[in-house]
């Protein structure tokens, strides 16, 4: 049998997989059964091979990063063990690496910085509390089915969010770059803190931070194409070309090491623990829960919200299928088994997965075995790690967020609606000014609030008939007919709470401008709902316009708003009447409609030949 | 002339006033130069009898909804003078009468309640600051105009708080009416007092307090009828009815005055202080600004939704105009007054206002007449009140707020939207359990959260064309004409950033399921906005629907809309037309169809004969 020479699980295991039984109910929550049933030694070599590369990827990253959230680096590398497994278990995606990432560790970062804490045992207990509230949160979302919530995050917000994020990664990373302190978790903070600092740099740590960081964009950019020239296979290469950050940190390990770098002033990662993964449990403590339960919540949403688009990016080349709420689960156990294991806050990293996707990872077996991979080196390579420089980190970190930076949501939000571009600007400048986590809750209360504002204030549109068709477009738009006895308003948004006493103000203002009319037809069309507060002000209208002679009449309501009218008895004292369409109602209350309408047609057809079918709608 | 004899203002006044100039950019803002160019004797009458009988009306219920505030009763007093006078000169309402009204007395209460203030001068000035930020935040939204921002309180929430407030204010006023202590800012709180003491019930205070309420109910319900029957004018049986809390004021102070009710335990007014109402300056601690700032906004937008909606209910009736944005200054101007002059947070009342119209007020030279009557009697009339039994004051709180009770809105929105409902249950619930602060903004919460959440899960229609019409109606609910090759889906929402990935999952389920599918059109006469991130989603459709080999084409796509797209240059990429109108679609892509529709309109009229033209569209 092919599956004889199974890497990483005995044949047992593997039998064992293949024969589980679990109650029905449950297998929709554990997508491994589906994929461990199929799995063969073929698919456990490519994932075998894509696991090695992202380890390469990852011990470097794992450390950096924890750097970057302020916390000891074994927590990036105990975060990168289990909760690959828990997601493997429980995620949806065959190739997304999860994992310590740069903005979720930045955030992590911002939420323990204000708790004020100086215990170092302190710090680490916020951090692992911070992992199983976000684990918690995400599950709950899961099982819920509340997904949908992290939508009303807008594309561009999160962009905007995610650009501001990155510079606050860099900007922190300069003090170790220069080897100098700095604090505080806003750019401005982070750079007025740099230059108060600046005096202060080692010339030693920043020639070898800089060598680091051209080190890493060198490989980044001309390594492969080498490689190639020389006779590499393409694959081969690609995979050398990101082992990148891990050249760095044994160049840069070795020199420290050989020429005692650290007696000059050059900051060492020192004392990393050898040994598995301690078991850990967070803080039960009421008070820091609610401290830290916020940024959790955001932590969650941010997290989720990075896992899924690359999920889903790469899901689609392969045409497989994303289950975003079965993502929460898996994502959830992830942070669950991080906070059991000492690690922190974890979700899956976009360049980490493309990696893993571009090695040819096949299922999420492989995160598993990059999850041995990094257990093994825990147990071996930690000694090995002592003279690794933190500019070296830094440098990594540097030029992983930099490719990041993409400040052109601004230009395309500009051009396309000043509302997102607002939400943009919002969202950037708070991140950068005060941080990330009123950043983000800015950005999306922003988008709101002016999604809410604009239906408070809906488009209304006089329209008229277009000649030679039953359609009616706005008079100010289109060269339309219309009656002097009859002004039809076509209301472009559900009526609800908030734009109702503006539809009033509306009508009223524009049937005291009209001293001819007789008829006001609501054209619902784009009502998709009638509140009862909008209920209200249907009446008072509807009573109103009756003390000034006028009928109120309505065209192309919708079924379901129809329903709910007739319920309410609505239709009992209406004035006017409830026409199926526009063309109906407006030559039932104007009979020449129609002939006036056919003769412009014929008037237009004369002159500039018949109408084109598909025709734009400008 | 007509105006040499005007009572209030001398003959020097009226003629300055007439002759006033101010710059035209302030002429706006002051309403009162409009009305009192054409002030004259006849207008000074009318306003001066409406204004004596709200006088003797506003004098027992000032004092009775300080109380409720929990403030001495002169503050009641103070609230009554320079505030009507405030509003006069700034608001646009003839008849409404500004002042302590109960529902903003209540929130005073918990606003100052929460700060655990126990010094009486302390309370007193938290009071004088809460009417100087409501004052200046109702300035604010006046003058820039942002008055629209109460319509996202909905009318059923408003309905709902207000009856929960009716029952808090109801329930405390017991604790006067049985001369027990008790306390508490939640139904729930107030009526476990009140048990709990109830033992300590005085008897005497008990009989006074309901035959109070007896004597309150009879004048209102049989007085008027009574007078009526034994010759009396109705107008002056009107007024005298409505003198009914001033009658129970006169009666029980005489009682307790003769019989020394007070030596038997029952609670008396006491001492009041004699004269003018002091200058007065808020607070400028920024701890208690803080503190009572939300609670200012609250009161400023539920006084202010108060006031608008009993001044706009009386301008109908006689066709005059409210400018709601003038009126927020109104009413700003008159807090600002009120605490420059010893008083608390005012604004316009239901009762009093109705009172004065009735009375025959013309102009907000009432209120300053009304204003110039409770100076007066600050000077004569305190020492008289000071054997004013508490209870009564409670029982003319009790009579005045329980006929506002309405739970018909429970049942009126349970019939008509489960959303609308949900949101009043939720404003009842957590008013009476947590409060009227928690209470209001839960509703506003509840009511915006939930239409955030209809919007972001919108109604989507698979449509085909009504036979003998141009008209595509629901395919679930309506008999149309088809397409096999063809998918059209009207969309019945603006696409935006909360709804947009539910949009795409709904179009690519669908197309999975129809494997002859050629052409998806998304009928766009619902869609009134397409945001940033609906783009790239459409963009994203377009692709993947390319690569399955479907179309994508839009219909009847709205003018700002198409503006939109145009400008993003969607249009350049999308795989299939932009067409005016659906019909044009439907049957360019399938042009059997309109042959079929012909052939299907000829069968049904031959079975069922023409089709009226004012159709029912259910």
């Known amino acids: 049998m092919a599956n004889l020479d199974w890497p990483g699980l005995g044949r047992d295991a593997v039998g064992r997989l ?212 020389n006779g590499w296979q393409p694959r081969a290469a690609g995979i050398v070309s990101k082992a990148g950050p891990f050249g760095a940190v044994i160049i840069t390990t070795l020199l420290t090491w050989l020429f005692g770098l650290d007696d000059y002033g050059v900051a060492i990662v020192g004392t990393i623990p050898t040994g598995f993964p301690p078991l850990s449990a967070p803080s039960f403590d009421p008070a820091l829960w609610s401290d830290l339960v916020g940024s959790a919540i955001l932590i969650s949403i941010i997290g989720f919200l990075e896992s899924i688009s690359v999920a889903q990016t790469l899901a689609a080349k392969r045409r497989q299928r994303i289950v975003p709420d079965q993502e929460l689960i898996g994502l959830g156990v992830a942070n669950l088994t991080s906070a059991a294991s000492g690690g922190y806050p974890v979700t899956g990293g976009f360049s980490r997965s493309v990696v893993n996707f571009d090695a040819g990872a096949e299922t999420p077996a492989a995160g598993v075995y990059t999850a041995i991979g990094i ?146 037809i609501l054209m619902c069309s784009a009502v998709n709902e009638i509140d009862s507060s909008a209920l209200e002000s249907l009446e008072e209208m509807n009573r109103r316009l009756l003390s000034s002679g006028v009928k109120l009449h309505l065209s192309e309501v919708k079924g379901p708003v129809m329903d709910r009218l007739k319920r309410a008895h609505f239709l009992d004292d209406l004035t006017g009447m409830v026409f199926l369409s526009q063309f109906q109602a407006a030559t039932t209350l104007d009979p020449t409609l129609a002939e006036r309408a056919a003769v412009a047609a014929r008037i237009r057809e004369v002159w500039a030949g018949p109408v084109p079918s598909g025709m734009d709608a400008s």
């Not at 076509?490 to 009033?504: G, H, K, Q």
């Open 18 to 229: 293949r024969k589980m039984r679990v109650p029905a109910f449950l297998e929709p929550y554990l997508p491994c059964l589906e994929w461990g049933r199929r799995y063969n030694s073929d698919t456990a070599t490519n994932d075998g091979i894509a696991a090695l590369v992202v380890m390469i990827m990852l011990i470097p990253q794992s450390l950096a990063y924890a750097m970057l959230a302020g916390l000891p680096p074994e927590m990036g590398l105990y975060a990168s063990i289990l909760p690959l497994i828990g997601y493997a278990l429980f995620g949806t995606s065959n190739t997304l690496a999860v994992g310590p990432v740069a903005v979720v560790s930045l955030m992590t970062a911002a939420a323990i910085g204000q708790l004020g804490l100086t215990s170092p045992d302190q710090i680490v207990l916020a951090a692992i509390t911070l992992a199983f509230l976000s684990g918690i949160f995400l599950l709950a979302l899961g099982v819920f089915k509340l997904g949908f919530l992290a939508n009303f995050l807008s594309h561009p917000v999160i962009a905007g969010f995610m650009t501001a994020s990155v510079l606050i990664i860099a900007a922190s990373q300069f003090r170790h770059l220069l080897g100098i302190q700095a604090h505080g978790h806003s750019l401005f903070e982070i750079v007025g803190s740099l230059f108060t600092h600046l005096s202060e740099t080692n010339v030693l740590t920043l020639l070898l931070g800089m060598s680091a960081i051209a080190f890493l964009y060198w490989v980044r950019s001309d390594l492969k194409r080498l490689l190639i020239a």
């Open 375 to 520: 257990a093994i080196s825990t147990l071996a390579l930690t000694p090995l790690l002592f003279f690794l420089p933190k500019a070296t980190l830094a440098a990594i970190i540097v030029v992983a967020v930099l490719s990041l930076v993409d400040f052109s949501v601004l230009t395309r939000t500009w051009s396309y609606s000043k509302t997102d571009f607002t939400a943009v600007a919002a969202t950037i400048l708070t991140t950068l000014w005060l941080g990330v986590e009123v950043g983000i809750s800015v950005g999306a209360a922003v988008s709101i609030g002016l999604f809410l504002y604009k239906t408070s204030r809906p488009h209304m549109a006089e329209v008229g008939l277009v000649p030679g068709t039953e359609h009616f477009r706005n008079i100010g738009r289109v060269r339309v007919i219309t009656s002097l006895e009859i002004l039809t308003l076509r209301v472009d948004e559900s009526l609800y709470f908030a734009n109702a006493r503006f539809l009033e103000d509306s009508v009223y203002n524009r049937v005291a401008d009209q001293p001819e009319l007789q008829h006001v």
